[in-house]
């Protein structure tokens, strides 16, 4: 190699050296260069309810799979009805649905939930004269009140099964009343049902105090 050619090869070299000197200490902030498996690097958030396009696996497209059919969530096995929405399901109830044996109603819940959701048909006193029934008449029962011996003798589990899915224009309750509730107010029906009929009307609908 001759003395000019190493000198120019100097240069070259100097200029490549000076290069990548200035370059590699440029500050690329985040970048953390090349990346391998960038799944390790960015986890994929799933969502439980929506994955939309990339879940192709489950139904729906939901991270989530729907819990098993029958799946009750800890400490609400009270939830579970065993019979099912039919005519059979229905006389069943009589004799294998029964109010647990610890049921207690010490602040009035029972008439509290009925006055709410109950009371615009059925009336305050189950003579069947509320808003709803007044109005619309020929959505009223074939009995006319609870006084009626159909109600006083209509077993406790019928009417269980009633509140739970409804009955023709009786629609469930099962969505704003939990299982205890529901025997609350079965209890404060079975009360106003007890009741003698003159006894229930003379009764001031509002007042709130009595028969409690
Ligand atoms: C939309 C009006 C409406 C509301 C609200 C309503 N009911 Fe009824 N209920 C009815 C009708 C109508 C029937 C008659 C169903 C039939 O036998 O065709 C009925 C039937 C009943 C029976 C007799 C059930 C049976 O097995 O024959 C009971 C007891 C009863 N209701 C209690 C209640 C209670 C307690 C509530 C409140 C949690 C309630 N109802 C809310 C309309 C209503």
């Known amino acids: 190699m001759s003395k000019r ?4 090869f100097q240069i070259i070299i100097g200029t490549i050296a000076a290069a990548t000197l200035v370059t590699s200490c440029v500050s690329r902030g985040n970048n ?7 799944d390790m690097y960015y986890s994929k958030g799933y969502e439980p309810y929506n994955q939309g396009d990339s879940n192709v696996i489950n139904p729906h497209g939901m991270s989530m799979r729907e819990p098993v059919a029958g799946s009750i969530a800890f400490g609400k096995a009270d939830f ?10 229905y006389e069943a ?7 647990p044996a610890d049921l207690t109603d010490a602040d009035g819940r029972g008439k509290y939930l009925y006055n709410i959701y109950c009371t615009p048909c059925h009336g305050a006193n189950g003579d069947n004269d509320g808003e709803v029934f007044k109005k619309v008449s020929t959505l009223k029962p074939a009995w006319k009140g609870y006084t009626d011996e159909y109600i006083k003798t209509l077993p406790e589990g019928k009417i269980y099964h009633t509140l739970t899915y409804g009955k ?7 969505s704003v009343l939990k299982p205890v509730d529901r025997w609350r107010v079965i209890k404060y029906v079975k009360q106003l049902s ?12 509002q007042d709130s105090t009595k028969k409690n």
């Open 5 to 8: 050619m190493s000198k120019k």
């Open 32 to 38: 953390t260069g090349w990346e391998y498996a960038p």
């Open 80 to 89: 579970q009805y065993p019979l099912p929405n039919s005519g059979e399901g």
């Open 93 to 99: 109830a009589a004799t294998q649905i029964v109010a």
């Open 168 to 174: 023709n224009n009786m629609g469930s309750h099962a």
């Open 194 to 205: 007890a009741a003698a009929p003159a006894t229930a009307d003379a009764a001031a609908p």
